[in-house]
């Protein structure tokens, strides 16, 4: 019996707030957009400035090969890593006692 009236209580309010908006109406909009006339119009470019304090200027032209000017990475292989761990997992020293649940 609740749940029945408490349905209905729902629907008519449903009901009651779509009659009281007013969503279809018969004024069209009409959508108005902002111009700015001076945002594509040409204008002077503005002086150069430098952006990292000195004056100096510096190009070069061409290109070297990767070889020439990278520094050599030298890394550890996996296999070498784990047989580093696996020595230092042995010779960790061991607890004296053992606990056993029996």
């Not at 009651?16 to 902002?34: I, K």
């Not at 550890?76 to 029996?102: F, I, M, Y």
């Amino acid at each position: 019996m609740k749940t029945i009236l408490l349905t209905i209580c729902i629907l008519g309010a449903s009901s009651a707030f779509g009659q009281a908006t007013n969503v279809l109406s018969a004024t069209p909009q009409v959508y108005s957009f902002e111009s700015h006339p001076e945002h594509a119009s040409r204008q002077s470019l503005a002086p150069m400035q430098s952006l990292n304090g000195n004056e100096e200027l510096v190009y070069a032209q061409g290109e070297r090969p990767l070889w020439e000017v990278a520094t050599a990475v030298h890394e550890v292989p996996l296999g070498d890593s784990a047989r580093a761990l696996r020595q230092e997992h042995e010779t960790l020293k061991r607890a004296a006692k053992r606990w056993q649940n029996q």
